[in-house]
């Protein structure tokens, strides 16, 4: 079969697609690749080792054929609090009845049912609340001991064996890695993965515990999920690489009219600092079983896209759903419109995105403004870590950003930065070679045109990370693309 590269997308935010059982054969991925998937996000909650290693071998063979660095996120669980097992294997629970949780490892009744998690019972008082199964079943504390918690049941309905239970009103004294974490993590470190995504992140300590065992292994993801991660938000977003709007538990345990402003905040809060934010969780959820979404999900994905996050995920819709490629391209469609939308560039431009006081920020910040004065088809840098292309990012341009690395690694990790394209190429010695590469990758890699002047960014002397201190202006004349179409 010939090599069919895939061309550089014509947006700028990144689609992030999770591979699961209607999605992880060699050709599903290449059809997920060519519909617009940027990233692939392997969930660790599900499925075995073995079959997360024949995933990253099938995207790696897939990044190769289609010559285009390729992301890969492994997403780990996180701690799980469930109530135990009940006589007959459920219960049902009534509005206003009691319903004691302790630690006696009896079949649950009516009345009462194991928690068997005993770091809840001193974390829990009076008014705090319980949430069981997504939020279907709600309970209110009366009293709790070390043994006992005894509560009022708010909202009543059916309680089945291992529901799961959130508690929204305190930080947990859990930590957010389990031992099965642990081990994924270890496995997902093996499998030299991209980004990490902690899960059950509550408090800026579980970031660091975190970063200590990744190390420079791979970018970690905080994902805000708890309420509790709200309070120490700027923290939490100091110590990691990048965050997820997960949606999906923060919409269980805060009022569903509460989320759209919290994700709006953390979006802000992630491009202030230059970091890339992801928005997930329902994003398209009919598409599981409908080849079309609904007005609300196509509104609901435009609303993150014009808040100027990074990527838009797509969960169940990829992983298990019935039209995976359909999903991605619904999502790439919907993107391709926004950015097209004649106000886009003013709505990203909302969140002020301050500078900081180094020469990189202000040479990001200038090349933007330059790039736009002398019409310019394309910002590039030559970057060692990814940093430079970090910050030309977090200026949102109206240009694509072509980033050219000799790092495969840092190829494949800026995969989730809004509005980069990243190539992984052999290194440079000298500012002049930097520059006749720049013209040659804008014009293979279908970026630029004959005419077409490009703003480049880079670091003298090269191959020292963190020196970005140059700004260069050029333009691609004729002679230069009948010299470039026949080198390599």
Known sequence: MAIQSLKPRSRKVKILATLGPA????????????????????NMSHGEHAQKAELVETIRAMEKELRRPTTILFDLQGPKLRVGDFEGGEAEV??????????????GTAQRVELPHPELFQAVGPGDRLLIDDGKVRLKVIEASDERIVTEVQVGGRLSNHKGVNVPDVVVPIPALTEKDRADLQFALEQKADWIALSFVQRPEDVAEARALIGEKALLMAKIEKPAAIDRLSDIIALSDGVMVARGDLGVELPPQDVPPLQNKIVAAARQFGKPVVVATQMLESMITSPTP???????????????????MLSAESATGQYPCEAVRMM???????????VYPARIHFTETKLEPTTADALAGSARQIANTVSATAMVCYTSSGSTARRMARERPAVPILAMTASQTTARRLGLLWGVHAVHTRDVSNFEEMVEKAKRMALRHQIAAGGDRLVLMAGVPFGLTGSTNVIHVVKLVGDELERYATTR
């Not at 992880?24 to 997920?32: I, N, T």
């Not at 790439?332 to 004649?342: F, G, H, K, L, Q």
């Open 294 to 312: 609904t007005r609300a999900e196509v509104s609901d994905v435009a609303t993150a896209i014009y808040d100027g996050a990074d990527a838009v």
């Open 23 to 42: 999605s992880s054969s060699p050709e599903m991925v290449r059809q997920l690749m060519h519909s617009g998937a940027d990233a692939f996000r392997i």
């Open 332 to 342: 790439d469609r919907i993107a391709t419109s926004v950015e097209r939308d004649p």
């Open 94 to 107: 009534r509005k206003g009845d009691r319903l004691v949780l302790d630690r006696d490892s009896a079949l």
